[in-house]
């Protein structure tokens, strides 16, 4: 457990100052709770893995829906530090995860949703530990394939580059 521990603080000193998230400057939907303090933030890059399905309820009629999110995580020099999935579920590489539920989403422009997740769990003694909120910001790329998806190509499946910034968040220091 003394060793999980060390690599937690090793990873979060191995981030050097980032400038920390003004709450206040986001969209009201996905700022974090009063009494939630910043932790954590990692760059995440990878894909969005869309399927081509019918509507429910519509005849003949076809989207691209999401299938997972896939990405990798890095601190601010570029460190490989964990694994983001479906879930939506964050394993840094120090033994600790995250796992959550989205709670609201606001548009943002050439990206995914800016989104803010409550999670409902964490495991492990590492950087996620305690960890109450995550927020996905200054997204790019990720948005559903502009292909055809039709009859034809129902079940093609896509994957789409995205890249966006996690923070995370823990109960503030009473």
């Not at 521990?5 to 996905?30: F, G, H, K, R």
């Not at 509507?55 to 995580?73: F, I, S, V």
Request: charge should be positive.
């Amino acid at each position: 457990m003394k060793n999980k521990t060390l690599m937690s603080l090793l990873l979060i000193a191995a981030l050097p100052a980032v400038a920390a998230v003004d709450n206040a400057q986001l969209p009201e939907n996905v700022r974090v709770p009063p009494g939630h303090a910043e932790k954590l933030q990692v760059q995440g890059e990878g894909t969005i893995v869309y399927v081509c399905r019918a509507k429910p309820g519509a005849t003949e009629q076809y989207e691209w829906t999401l299938l997972e999110p896939r990405a990798t995580l890095y601190n601010a020099q570029r460190q490989v530090v964990g694994q983001y999935y479906a879930g939506p579920r964050w394993d840094l590489n120090d033994g600790s995860q995250a796992v959550g539920k989205p709670v609201a989403g606001v548009a943002s422009p050439g990206g995914i949703p800016l989104q803010l997740v409550k999670v409902d769990e964490t495991r492990g003694e590492g950087a996620l530990r305690n960890t109450s909120y995550v927020q996905r910001l200054a997204t790019r790329g990720g948005l559903p394939p502009t292909g055809l998806c039709d009859k034809v190509n129902e079940r093609a499946v896509e994957e789409v580059p995205y890249q966006a910034t996690y923070v995370f968040y823990q109960p503030a220091p009473r």
